[in-house]
């Protein structure tokens, strides 16, 4: 018989029906999963497990007290997650499971659950990024999104000021490597990247991290639908310095492209303005290194760190 906890009289805590005082989890102890309230699709699917989640406790007649105790979670969280107010954590939905004997039904919503971890902008990008046949992308401050590692992307991230969460953190890395599906795709789209030297210099978190991303880097250099170039910081003409560029073109001629400059960053896929940041790419591509010569650097550059 399964041992479920009994509410003790001491706030926040529970205690086991061997007497051991078990803290339950409160909304400070999780920082970082609220639903964000522009994301339709997101407050959907979490109003639905909630919902899924609240019929199933009453079903099996346990109190939110009682369940969120079993759980390991106070009652208020209990409440919130019910509510579509809170985004469940993985395990919260695996202990549901079992504690309320759903046969995996409510550890199923994991996926759907997992998607909406991920911010909405970053959604909205990854699908036009699984549908598009032509990537050109060039990031002016940073190895771009798609070639970072997750070690090297969370050494970037932990930089940003006032410093993210390691539960943001966490967040931001799993939506990133979700992206890089990309590469796997059949058929492969074409991808150009366009990355700045000293971006390929500076040890952001450490040699050992960026000596692991230029290997990393070169790798996908090798890949026959990547071609990679790299501007070198001695160049007297830079078609690039008003900012990033990227371009997703789609198999059935359409495209879409983003800029700081045009539209205020804002993805567009008028003509003209679409011309404008093809024209400007493919100037940086003229000006930086060709990719076997951007190998040869990258090459250069990992046995110099």
């Not at 560029?245 to 045009?262: N, T, W």
Request: contains cysteine; negative net charge; aromatic residues 6%.
């Amino acid at each position: 018989m399964r041992a479920v906890t009994v509410r003790s009289s001491t706030e926040g805590c529970g205690t086991s029906v061997d007497g051991e005082a078990v803290r339950l989890k409160s909304e400070a102890d999780e920082p970082g999963w609220e639903v964000d309230p522009d994301d339709d699709w997101g407050i959907a699917v979490i109003a639905t497990v909630g919902r899924q989640l609240k019929l199933r406790r009453e079903a099996a007649g346990m109190r939110a007290a009682v369940f969120g105790e079993a759980v390991g979670y106070g009652e208020d969280m209990v409440y919130k997650i019910e509510g579509g107010k809170r985004i469940p954590r993985p395990e919260y939905l695996d202990r549901a499971d079992e504690v309320l004997g759903a046969g995996g039904l409510l550890s199923a919503m994991k996926e759907d659950v997992a998607k909406v971890r991920y911010p909405k902008k970053v959604r909205d990008l990854a699908k036009m990024e699984a549908r598009a046949v032509e990537l050109q992308l060039y990031d002016p401050l940073n190895v771009h999104g798609l070639l970072q590692t997750p070690e090297y992307a969370r050494g970037l991230l932990l930089m940003r000021r006032p410093a993210y969460t390691e539960d943001e953190v966490e967040r931001f890395i799993a939506a990133r490597v979700a992206r890089k599906a990309v590469f796997e795709r059949d058929p492969a789209p074409e991808l150009s990247f366009v990355l700045e030297e000293w971006t390929l210099r500076r040890p952001l978190g450490g040699r050992a991290l960026l000596r692991q991303q230029l290997d990393h880097l070169l790798e996908a250099s090798q890949l026959r639908n990547v071609e990679l170039q790299v501007m070198p910081m001695d160049r007297e003409e830079h078609a690039g310095l008003a900012g990033g560029i990227e371009v997703l073109k789609f198999a059935d001629g359409s495209a879409v492209g983003r800029s700081p400059v045009v539209a205020g960053g804002r993805p567009v896929s008028e003509p003209r303005q679409l011309r404008i940041l093809e024209l400007r790419y493919g100037i940086i591509r003229a000006q930086a290194l060709t990719p076997r010569e951007s190998a040869a650097f990258i090459e250069q550059l990992l046995g110099d760190t």
